[in-house]
Nanobody, 127 residues
Framework: QLQLVESGGGLVQPGGSLRLSCAAS????????ITWFRQAPGKEREGISC????????VYADSVKGRFTISRDNTKNTTYLQMNNLKPEDTAVYSC????????????????????WGQGTQVTVSS
């Protein structure tokens, strides 16, 4: 069964850090680029970071650039999102999604391109 499962969310104070994980199963993980999205209540879903299937190509939205770092370990079928210097406006449900592209050194923040989705994990930044 094709699955993406996120973990690592929780409550953190402003300025704190969290590391989210996205574990994949049921498909050839290392052929898929992975994108992280987030959606806050009343707001549109936002693509925040992605990583290519090979080559370590990464893309970040301006809202998280310099604070978040995406990585992947293809031996563990897992993608990570390290989030530092968290702000209250980072509060959202964070989801990962996978997509396969014609070239492997590529990823994008477009939710319309995604094939597989996780269920999401809540991140709350509050004092």
């Amino acid at each position: 069964q094709l699955q993406l499962v996120e973990s690592g969310g929780g409550l953190v104070q402003p300025g704190g850090s969290l590391r989210l994980s996205c574990a994949a199963s049921g498909f050839t993980f290392d052929y898929y680029a992975i994108t992280w999205f987030r959606q806050a209540p009343g707001k549109e879903r936002e693509g925040i970071s992605c990583i290519s299937s090979v080559g370590g190509i990464t893309v970040y939205a301006d809202s998280v650039k310099g604070r978040f770092t995406i990585s992947r370990d293809n031996t563990k079928n897992t993608t990570y999102l390290q989030m530092n210097n968290l702000k209250p406006e980072d509060t959202a449900v964070y989801s990962c999604a996978g997509a396969q592209y014609g070239i492997r050194w590529y990823c994008r923040l477009d939710y319309n391109a995604m094939e597989y989705w996780g269920q999401g994990t809540q991140v709350t930044v509050s004092s």
